[in-house]
């Protein structure tokens, strides 16, 4: 071969060698070309809903495209993370998950999915506690006092929750597994008529999402004895923690963006960084504060860790207190 042949023919070859390195990055710039749907597995208004809106207007804003909410409410969100499962990995269809799937995986026998194997995570967002709050009636003002109290009346204290297999249900059986203590669950659906039922008195204690206890607990309708998380926090920070007590004792609820297996690691990095911008905002971290929440900054891996310690964390608890779905 002529050495100007030779020099043309090693160029085509180091110019098809680089086009998938090449294309892959043009996927990255070029994504998003279009509007991205995000899936949120609880109605309009709630603490999930509100944390993906969050998360999207910050990604409108940031990627030049709008990142719609799609609110896929029921089956304590099965509904909303098959339709992702399901749906093209292209990056243009996103999970805004909370902690129910991890749940959901060994509470449900027959998912037609595998949250573990069929999504891909992408980022976490905030990791949110549960508060323990009493009727403003009870006798206990404390832990001890908590626990003393059920042991000496086993069986006559009622335990609102959310629903069956919910984060407000799995943080109650996990307290009542380590401080050794009988209250009858008490399946509502949803907090709100649960936290209504807990200040009239017809149930006596509850595992509340912070975001929706903490207005009651401020205007002195509920008693906060200890939040669930690892530390103290900022919103009640005079609350001390169940853990304190109960040694060991941590139950959080958490959000992040996932979206359907084999979606482009290209496409994920790139919704990564702008997921951890944003947990780098201070006006971003206000917003998550007053929900009760802590920043998650996690990459892909990491949070694919955290949903598998997760999912091996409650179902010891569901397979321990034999709980069934409604």
Same mark, same amino acid.
């Given at each position: +071969? ?17 086009? $998938? ?10 994504? *998003? ?39 896929? *409410? ?26 129910? $799937? ?7 026998? =027959? ?9 891909? $995570? ?13 009727? &403003?009636?009870? $006798? ?13 009346? *086993?069986?006559?204290?009622? +335990? ?32 709100? *008529?649960?936290? &209504? ?30 939040? &669930? ?56 971290? =206000? ?6 929440? &802590? ?17 091996? =964390? ?9 709980? =069934?779905?409604?």
């Amino acid at each position: +071969m002529q050495l100007p042949h030779r020099r043309r023919f090693m160029h085509l070859v180091a110019g098809v060698a680089a086009l $998938p390195v090449a294309s892959r990055i043009a996927r990255a710039q070029a994504y *998003p070309s279009r509007p991205v749907r995000v899936v949120v597995g609880f109605a309009a208004g709630g603490p999930t809903d509100i944390v993906a809106r969050l998360v999207a207007q910050w990604l409108s804003e940031r990627m030049g495209q709008q990142f719609i909410i799609d609110n896929r *409410p029921g089956a304590a969100s099965n509904i909303a993370t098959e339709a992702v499962v399901r749906a093209p990995a292209d990056g243009y269809t996103l999970l805004l998950s909370d902690a129910s $799937p991890a749940m959901n995986a060994t509470l449900y026998d =027959k998912l037609s999915f595998n949250f573990i194997r069929d999504i891909m $995570p992408i980022a976490g967002v905030a990791r949110v506690p549960l508060v323990m709050v009493v009727n &403003t009636s009870f $006798p206990a003002k404390t832990i001890p006092e908590f626990i003393a109290y059920a042991k000496g009346n *086993p069986g006559k204290i009622s +335990m609102a929750s959310a629903g069956s297999g919910s984060p407000s249900h799995m943080g109650g059986e996990l307290f009542k597994m380590m401080a050794g203590v009988n209250l009858v669950h008490v399946p509502y659906r949803g907090a709100a *008529p649960a936290l &209504t039922d807990l200040i009239g008195g017809q149930v006596q204690v509850m595992f509340a999402g912070l975001a929706a206890a903490i207005e009651y607990i401020k205007a002195g309708k509920l008693r906060a004895l200890a939040v &669930t998380s690892e530390k103290r926090i900022e919103v009640l920070p005079n609350i001390p923690m169940a853990g304190e007590f109960v040694l060991g004792y941590e139950a959080s609820g958490w959000f992040g963006v996932a979206a359907p297996k084999n979606t482009p690691a290209e496409v994920t990095d790139k919704l990564n960084k702008e997921v951890n911008a944003a947990l780098a905002d201070p006006k971003m971290r =206000k917003r998550l504060a007053d929900l009760g929440g &802590t920043p998650l900054v996690l990459s892909p891996a990491e949070f694919g860790k955290l949903i598998a310690d997760e999912t091996e =964390k409650w179902a010891k608890v569901i397979r321990a207190a034999g709980i =069934k779905p409604e």
